[in-house]
């Protein structure tokens, strides 16, 4: 059967005891195709406008470039000081292209390239990485193709390391949301690349596209993208304390649209919302029953510190109720879900988080067992 037990989580925050269930400001209505608002500490998505439909990305391709770049110098496959010698094909440009200027007679460090590739947003750079990495830049794409796959980017589809445009080249707000975050979380050594705002290279400075930058001293990433068809896209990052958030705004009309637009996400999110930490990690939520083990309990939290975002001022409204099935028998693993965790706002759901076994509990012995049947037959 299910047991639930419910706690006010008030109750271990007297000071906002008296705090009072307020309505949200409406969410601003952006002049994009689409866009997403996810709050990086708490991994919740604040705002979502058209967040799965399908889109051409642009260079915003990039973030994936970048991203199996960190992974091949974290596996040693690739070393910053690395030098490479840039290619005819790596070389070849379609029309007006963005650039960092590389040239077929001068090695490029693998350093240099990051920089070309993320500050001046550079396609020699994306090939040079490309055809470094895999070959080809169509072998690179089937590498970009089982990266997002592994990151549950299903509504993602490479063709090339650029973001040229290309019917089956495409990609989504959540999707973007995701790579990002991915980005921040597994490479933090490498994302202070993304708050630099100008990087010169053989001779020629070029500044970075992403004017929040400059307008707001919170954000510190991350990337620009545009061509005709996809209009101008951004996906920024700014963290103020130890919250962080990141926006996603597709298919603005402009250069300085797509960074006002994207300022007012950034600001609705941490003028509305608040991020609080509900749960320590590894810090027992409850201790519980269990039966046939080698202990007569069970200590149960979550492998990681909880955050949970929720509107400015309603931390008193929040209510937990834990439900797990009951009864527990051992043997039980280390991480094995025990039950859930439901968050309720003001009486209505809110969010809900896997329960798990803090610690491993082996099977009692043979007369301990049957001890403890005997005693569930009057359960």
Aim: hydrophobic share 40%.
């Amino acid at each position: 059967m299910k047991f639930a037990l419910s706690f006010l989580i008030a109750l271990l925050f007297p000071l906002f005891a008296q705090a009072q269930l307020a309505s949200l400001p409406p969410t601003p209505v952006l002049a994009a195709k689409s866009y997403l608002l996810y709050d990086f500490t708490s991994n919740q998505i604040l705002i979502d406008q058209n967040g799965n439909e399908r889109t051409e990305p642009a260079s915003i391709t990039k973030l994936m470039t970048a991203y199996l770049t960190f992974n091949a110098l974290r596996q040693k496959k690739l070393s910053l000081n690395q030098t490479v010698a840039p290619s005819e094909a790596a070389l070849r440009t379609q029309g007006v292209e963005s650039r960092m200027f590389l040239d077929k007679n001068k090695p490029v460090t693998i350093a240099e390239l990051l920089r070309g590739l993320i500050v001046q947003s550079g396609n020699d750079a994306a090939r040079v990485l490309a055809i470094t990495l895999a070959g080809s830049e169509e072998n690179f794409a089937k590498l970009m193709n089982q990266e997002a796959q592994r990151l549950n980017m299903n509504n993602t589809h490479y063709i090339n390391a650029t973001g040229l445009p290309h019917p089956q080249h495409y990609s989504s707000a959540y999707d973007t949301a995701l790579l990002a975050a991915a980005i921040v979380r597994d490479f933090p050594e490498h994302y202070p690349i993304y708050s630099l705002r100008e990087y010169q290279y053989n001779h020629i400075n070029q500044a970075n596209r992403n004017r929040l930058l400059w307008m707001d001293p919170y954000v510190d990433g991350m990337k620009t993208g545009h061509t005709e068809s996809a209009g101008f896209c951004l996906v920024a990052s700014a963290k103020r304390g130890q919250r962080r958030l990141i926006s996603v705004v597709l298919g603005t009309t402009s250069d300085n649209l797509r960074a006002t637009e994207s300022q007012k996400l950034l600001n609705y999110g941490f003028q509305n919302f608040e991020s609080v930490r509900l749960y320590q990690k590894n810090e027992p939520v409850a201790s519980l029953r269990l039966w046939k083990g080698t202990e007569s309990k069970v200590k149960v939290g979550f492998r990681s510190d909880l955050f949970l975002s929720i509107p400015t001022g309603q931390l008193a409204q929040l209510k937990a109720i834990m439900e797990t099935q009951q009864p527990l028998v051992a043997p039980i693993t280390g991480g094995q879900k025990i039950g859930m965790i439901k968050i309720t706002l003001g009486g209505k759901p809110y969010a809900e988080y896997k329960l798990v076994a803090l610690e491993p509990v082996p099977l009692a012995n043979v007369f301990s067992r049957g001890w403890d049947n005997i005693r569930l037959l009057f359960k």
